[in-house]
């Protein structure tokens, strides 16, 4: 995370930041830019960023489900009703 102090002290730092990012993730360096400014992007490009350093932990939690760990929490469990 950059303070504005930071950058300053810095030149350059910021952009040599998304380059790197952009190269580790195979995306361009525009997508990155248009994604801190905007909050938006492709679920690819999400995943691909999201990947890049290495942390696939936090994307796997996304798509596995949440197993019991035993039979009872399994009976304790309450069904979720949809809403009317």
């Known amino acids: 995370m950059f303070i504005p102090a930071d950058i300053e002290y810095h030149p350059g730092s910021l952009e040599d930041a998304r380059k790197t990012l952009a190269e580790k993730a195979g995306v361009s ?13 492709t679920l690819e490009a999400l ?35 949809a809403m009317r």
């Open 29 to 41: 360096e525009s997508t990155i830019k248009r994604f801190e400014a905007t909050g938006l992007v």
């Open 47 to 81: 995943i691909l960023i999201a990947t890049a350093p290495d942390e696939l932990d936090a994307v796997t939690k996304l798509f596995k489900p949440e197993h019991p760990g035993s039979l009872d929490e399994l009976k304790n469990a309450r069904r979720k009703r």
